[in-house]
T-cell receptor, first 114, second 114 residues
Framework: GAGVSQSPSNKVTEKGKDVELRCDPI?????LYWYRQSLGQGLEFLIY????????KSGLPSDRFSAERTGGSVSTLTIQRTQQEDSAVYLC????????????FGPGTRLTVL | QQQVKQSPQSLIVQKGGISIINCAYE??????FPWYQQFPGKGPALLIA?????SEKKEGRFTISFNKSAKQFSLHIMDSQPGDSATYFC?????????????FGKGTLLTVNP
């Protein structure tokens, strides 16, 4: 079956612009996670969704970052007023309730802020 | 504070050899320990995972060894193949809660020479 998909695969933007990154989880997976992967910091947790609610936003690095999930499915990560330090690969993962803990990752969106 | 420490950063092994990657954790609340494999341009893929109620788990050529008292776990890749060349990440989460956000090690770049 289809895995986790993310779009766009690559995004180049100018400093100060807003960007939206999309994640389509595996159908039926109730849990959804966003992570950021950068050379200096490795893989870092950003936010966790259970259904449409986000009980853990502790990894969001600043208030410029926000995320939502609708219909218990698609999630969008929004970065406002992008900065060069936001350049990274943003990864989404989903997990079924029956195998909680087993996270399936998408291919990521590579964000470059000029 | 780096909660999961991984070593070595890079590893070169000859085909047919054994690759060993080590991780240590600090948070005693962690009780789920997966290993992920990542190829360039792809998202991490779950290889094998262990819970602390067992000291070893084997799946094919991949084995996790777990030492709860030392708070250490390791991945052993037997009969390493060039196709195993990738970056490997250890991770940890609290399996007992509904939020299984992963804390990752910094990764090990494995190169298997033919």
């Amino acid at each position: 079956g289809a895995g986790v998909s993310q779009s766009p695969s690559n995004k180049v933007t100018e400093k100060g612009k807003d960007v939206e990154l999309r994640c389509d989880p595996i159908s039926g997976h109730t849990a959804l996670y966003w992570y950021r992967q950068s050379l200096g910091q490795g893989l870092e947790f950003l936010i966790y969704f259970q259904g449409n609610s986000a009980p853990d936003k502790s990894g969001l690095p600043s208030d410029r970052f926000s995320a939502e999930r609708t219909g218990g499915s698609v999630s969008t990560l929004t970065i406002q007023r992008t900065q060069q330090e936001d350049s990274a690969v943003y990864l989404c993962a989903s997990s079924p309730i029956t195998l909680a803990g087993t996270q399936y990752f998408g291919p990521g969106t590579r964000l470059t802020v000029l | 504070q780096q909660q999961v420490k991984q070593s070595p950063q890079s590893l070169i092994v000859q085909k047919g050899g054994i690759s060993i990657i080590n991780c240590a954790y600090e948070n005693t609340a962690f009780d789920y320990f997966p290993w992920y494999q990542q190829f360039p341009g792809k998202g991490p893929a779950l290889l094998i995972a262990i819970r602390p109620d067992v000291s070893e788990k084997k799946e094919g050529r991949f084995t996790i060894s777990f030492n709860k008292s030392a708070k250490q776990f390791s991945l052993h890749i037997m009969d390493s193949q060039p196709g195993d060349s990738a970056t490997y990440f250890c991770a940890a989460s609290g399996f007992a809660s509904s939020n299984y956000k992963l804390t990752f090690g910094k990764g090990t770049l494995l190169t298997v020479n033919p």
